[in-house]
């Protein structure tokens, strides 16, 4: 069994790989005052409910975008499983070209989502991940990963907007029925999610336009996608939610010791 750790500022992502197929997929809260302990009894209960120990793991892989959390994690891993888990950065064999001016500064989650995007459906294709931030990335047909755009995230900037705004209250994010409201929360809701359709609209059509390639594939991933895409099907070719457990998954195969 291979674990599959991805940290985000918002949640950890878990995967479990069992005779070469993803198996089971968790998520987690990014709390930065839990102790390896007690992230150690979380999957502890996590794989024990679903047949699975730590003592059957036989490797793990992790990315990680959230720093403060990776000594906890990785204590975690060895305590736990006495084993260290491989670290994603771009001096790993990533199968991908990183065409960044400095490709150490290319975030590990945005790693995971090309080498994905690359082996699973093939290129050129532009990857966007709804998440804390918005993130796009374009890869070429050749696997080479060109760069992209950062956006605010969905959640992070209705957060903004009912912290700077004091008459206006927090809202569930959910898809209004219609663009115009007829309520102070259904103008929210409809100025947040279609607004963000629109940004992802006149992105893809810039990079299209600027790479001048109009087959690019459009493949949407990330907890916030949902949101976006059931409203925009000409937009997103592919929804795939576990895409960066995907790429942890490849990334894995390539770089654990034989």
Partial sequence: MVLLLDIGNTNIKIGVVNDNKLVKTWRVASDHNKTADEFGMI????????????????????????????????????????????????????????NYLVPDELGADRILNAVAAHFLYGGPAIIIDFGSATTFGYI???????????????KSSAESLTNTAAKL?????VRPKSVIGRTTVE??????????????????DDMRIETGNNKAKIIATGGMCELITPGAPHLVDIVDRTLSLQGLKILYDMNKKK
Wanted: proline share 4%.
């Fill in 187 to 204: 103008n929210m809701q409809s100025g947040i999610i279609f607004g963000f359709t629109g940004l992802v609209q006149a992105i893809v």
């Fill in 43 to 98: 999957f502890l209960d996590l794989l024990s409910s679903n047949g699975f120990s730590f003592d059957e793991v036989e490797g793990m892989i992790m990315s990680s975008v959230a720093p403060a959390l990776n000594y906890t994690i990785e204590h975690m891993c060895e305590y736990y499983t006495k084993k260290r888990p491989i670290m994603v950065n771009s001096k790993l064999n990533l199968g991908i070209k990183i």
């Fill in 140 to 154: 070429d047909d050749e696997g080479a990963f060109l760069g992209g755009a950062i956006a605010p995230g969905i």
């Fill in 169 to 173: 209250p927090r809202i569930e994010l």
